[in-house]
């Protein structure tokens, strides 16, 4: 009896000698997969409370940099559809611009199909510019400005009527459904602008609201407590196409008015594409009726139909504007990368704090990754050794047992 007391006590004092070595072990498999050298405060207070400051200075630099690597994205996408926007206008191979003077020199536009063929080009060209203005990045619209979930533009053209209609839809901060705002392209008096379909004024007053939202970002630079000096990093689609900034439709004195943005998208890719459209469709009017002036007016209530001579003049005004629309569309171009080496310029210094922070954690609170390999083996050796051993303590109480 005295004999399986003693073989007890033994097996109870062996048994915590190898939870003790797989405590042990486990901790250095741990030191392995987190690279942490101390577990708990109690190991090294100092170190540990030092290394959880690191910490949460490192999760901070983590959550701007994604946030601006969002932001940087976003803005990359908006120069990609601008830029493409002003090469299919004036600047690139195959443009508009190219296509327009083609069909003014007077062999080219002595059939009426030729003519319709330049027509066609445009008007693709055209809603291929509005398809860019629709480009998202991941979910969303990067043109639409605090509006993220709306298509913002949609475009019709009616060859029968003459009649071209853009759309634009922004659905504001609270309400259920999406604002629509109709602009038809007219010649009044010679000249065109996009008038906005607006009877009682109200379209107007929130048209002006969407052109003024922000979406300033602290990237580093300026103070949150000074909005102006953060960067916009929403840029709205109307703002792209009238080239009327969110700061200057807020500030501007005297304030911009309803015919102020009308003419300004007249003149904009869009809408100097329609003028184009709008007046090969007379001319091709003129042709069909065996080069005679049509009577009466279309739905604008300019003439339906127009002679070669004021097709040059109105083509040739035209093809001048776009050299314009594509400079303006130039400098919108250049804004965004100014914004985007701004945001590069912090996300590569957040960068460096990352780096810095790693190194300062790894002296501080970080395991040796070799010398904690050779930890876990020693203990590994250990925990296998003790386990061996186990089996000849449990075969001898055993049998001093049963005996």
């Known amino acids: ?23 042990q072990l486990n901790k250095s498999m741990n030191k392995i997969s987190s690279g942490k050298a101390y577990e708990s405060a109690a190991e090294n207070p100092l170190a540990y409370y030092s290394g959880q400051r690191m910490d949460t200075q490192y999760q901070d630099v983590l ?39 083609y069909i003014l020199n007077t062999p080219n536009n002595e059939i009426s199909t030729n003519v319709g063929t330049i027509r066609d080009d445009l008007i693709q060209k055209q809603q291929s510019m509005i398809n860019n203005l629709n480009g998202k990045y991941e979910s969303f619209y990067v043109f639409g400005g605090n509006d993220l979930s709306t298509t913002p533009f949609a475009l019709t053209y009616d060859s029968t009527n003459n009649k071209m209609v853009m759309t634009y839809s922004h659905k504001f901060s609270g309400d259920d459904e999406a604002t ?31 052109m003024e939202e922000q979406g300033r970002v ?25 080239n009327i900034s969110s700061d200057s439709m807020r500030t501007k004195t005297p304030a911009y008015e309803k015919e102020d943005v009308e ?17 090969m469709n007379k001319y091709m009017t003129y042709l069909d ?40 569309l130039g400098r919108t171009y250049s804004d965004l990368g100014n914004k985007s080496n701004q945001l590069e310029n912090t996300l590569t210094r957040l960068e460096d704090d990352k780096l810095n922070l790693e190194t300062q954690y790894q002296e501080k609170l970080g395991a040796d990754p070799y010398e904690a390999i050779v930890e876990m083996f020693s203990y590994q050796r250990s925990y296998t050794a003790a386990l061996q051993v186990s089996s000849k303590i449990m075969g001898i109480s055993l049998f001093d047992f049963m005996r």
Do not use: C
Request: net charge negative; proline share 1%.
């Open 218 to 242: 602290d990237v580093g630079y300026g103070s949150i407590h000074d909005t102006k000096t953060l960067i916009d990093t929403y840029t709205g689609g109307m703002n792209v196409l009238t």
């Open 263 to 279: 003419k300004a998208l007249a003149n904009s890719a869009i809408g100097i594409l329609g003028q184009g459209i709008i007046t």
């Open 63 to 101: 959550s701007k940099k994604q946030l601006l690597e969002d932001v940087d994205k976003r803005l990359y996408q908006q120069e990609q559809a601008i830029r493409t926007i002003q090469s299919t206008l004036a600047t690139g191979q195959d443009n508009a611009a190219s296509k327009v003077s």
């Open 1 to 23: 009896m005295a004999m399986r007391v003693t073989n007890t006590a033994i097996y109870r004092q062996y048994t915590s000698s190898v939870n003790d070595v797989h405590s």
């Open 180 to 210: 629509e705002f109709k602009f038809q392209l007219k010649e009044e008096n010679g000249e065109y602008t996009f008038k906005l379909d607006d009877p009682d004024g109200k379209q107007w007053d929130k048209l002006k609201l969407a």
């Open 289 to 328: 009726n065996g080069r005679t002036t049509a009577v009466g007016n279309d739905e604008t209530g300019s003439a339906s139909a127009i002679d070669k001579e004021e097709f040059h003049k109105k083509l040739g005004g035209v093809l001048d504007q776009m050299q314009t629309s594509s400079d303006l």
